[in-house]
Every structure is written in structure tokens, then in C-alpha cells.
């Protein structure tokens, strides 16, 4: 489970006095307990899922690229680098991303097996690969490549 990863990568980050890793595990662990308290009046007492962390962390990844891409703007070198280390902590906690040529093949398969055919069957084709890929598929880049197929 990703909850007992985090602490313990916690404590080995402490250990080793790394405080760049320390705050950024620290902050994972404040968004997840933050979804957590939200998650509670729809009855889930027990927390979030590893898949809802990843969506998180997903999210975070996103935010911190686009901050990256604002201090390149403003000239802040030292914060594209703050930010760059955060991204990288955050990324060892994901599971491995599918490659270019596995995404295209997941595409062609999965419109081989609903029998997609025009761009109308491209809600149902995405319903499926995220079925089946959640987690390690980029659905940003995979996209495009159903498009393509169906267009």
C-alpha cells in the first residue's frame, strides 16, 4: 500500500537528513490526509484508495510542470529547480508509465476488441483503456493516438 511506502520513505529521508525529500513526502502526505477528511461524509472512514493517491499525485506532478514552465517565464531558476526535485520525489512513488509503442498497441487492441470504427466510438474506446490501464497509461498521449486511429 502506498500509505506505509510513504512513511517509510519518510523516516529514510529523515535518517538521511534529505530535507528537500523530507517536504515534499510531508506534503503528499498532507494532500492525501486532506482527501481523506473529505472522503469521510460519503462513508469512507478508512481513507482514500492507492488509486485515488495516484490521481493525486498525478495532479500534483501536473501542477508542479506548470509552475516549472511560469519560472522559466519569470527567469527563477532556483525554483525550476525546487520545483524539478519535487517532481522527481513525487514520480518515484508512481507506478512505471506505458512507452510510446505499449500505448499505441494498447489502442489498436482495445479497437480491435470493441470494434471501433469512427470518431463517435472514441468515448468508448477511452472508457476501456482507462478500465484496464489506470495508473500506468498517459491518457494525455493516448488520446491523440484513438483519434488518429479512428479519424
Not at 473529505?38 to 472512514?45: F, K
Not at 525554483?79 to 508512481?94: G, H, P, R, T, W
Not at 468508448?124 to 490501464?133: D, F, G, P
Amino acid at each position: 500500500m502506498l500509505r506505509e511506502r510513504f512513511n517509510e520513505v519518510l523516516k529514510e529521508a529523515m535518517r538521511a537528513k534529505d530535507q528537500a525529500k523530507v517536504g515534499t513526502i510531508r506534503m503528499i502526505l498532507a494532500g492525501i490526509k486532506d482527501r481523506d477528511i473529505a472522503a469521510r461524509p460519503q462513508g469512507n472512514a478508512s481513507g482514500i484508495d492507492d488509486g485515488a493517491i495516484l490521481t493525486l499525485l498525478r495532479s500534483m506532478i501536473k501542477q508542479r510542470q506548470e509552475s516549472v514552465e511560469m519560472y522559466r517565464q519569470g527567469a527563477r531558476q532556483d525554483l525550476v529547480d525546487k520545483e524539478n526535485a519535487e517532481i522527481a520525489v513525487i514520480e518515484s512513488f508512481m507506478p512505471q508509465q506505458m512507452s510510446e509503442d505499449e500505448t499505441r498497441a494498447a489502442v489498436t487492441a482495445v479497437i480491435a476488441e470493441t470494434g471501433a470504427t469512427t470518431i463517435k466510438d472514441m468515448g468508448k474506446v477511452m472508457a476501456e483503456l482507462r478500465a484496464r490501464h489506470a495508473g500506468v497509461m498517459d491518457f494525455a498521449k493516448a488520446g491523440p493516438l484513438v483519434k488518429a486511429a479512428l479519424g
